[in-house]
Nanobody, 126 residues
């Protein structure tokens, strides 16, 4: 059974930084795209970043572009999201996703993905 488990969330001051991790188990995702989405209360799920299998490409949402880095360690079957210059509007539950059905392409900025984690809360205090 496949599981994606996010970690690294918590309370962070505005202007600070954090690194989220998503550890996958049950199968390898080294050749599959993985991504991060977030959802704030009362808002739709928003694309944050995605990375292609073997890190050959990446893409970022406009709201985090320039202050976020997505990376992966395929030996650990783990994807990371580093964010800095955090703002109160970054407050959300962050979800890890893996293996979009159509593989890598412009569609990775939105669902569907075949696998999702349970999410980790990030709260940015001003």
């Amino acid at each position: 059974q496949v599981h994606l488990v996010e970690s690294g969330g918590g309370l962070v001051q505005a202007g600070g930084s954090l690194r989220l991790s998503c550890a996958a188990s049950g199968r390898s995702f080294s050749t599959n795209a993985m991504g991060w989405f977030r959802q704030a209360p009362g808002k739709e799920r928003e694309f944050v970043a995605a990375i292609a299998g073997r890190s050959v490409n990446s893409v970022y949402g406009d709201s985090v572009k320039g202050r976020s880095t997505i990376s992966r360690d395929d030996a650990k079957n783990t994807v990371y999201l580093y964010m800095n210059s955090l703002k109160s509007e970054d407050t959300a539950v962050y979800y890890c996703a893996a293996d979009p059905p159509r593989g890598w392409g412009p569609w990775v900025t939105r669902p569907p993905y075949n696998y999702w984690g349970q999410g980790t809360q990030v709260t940015v205090s001003s």
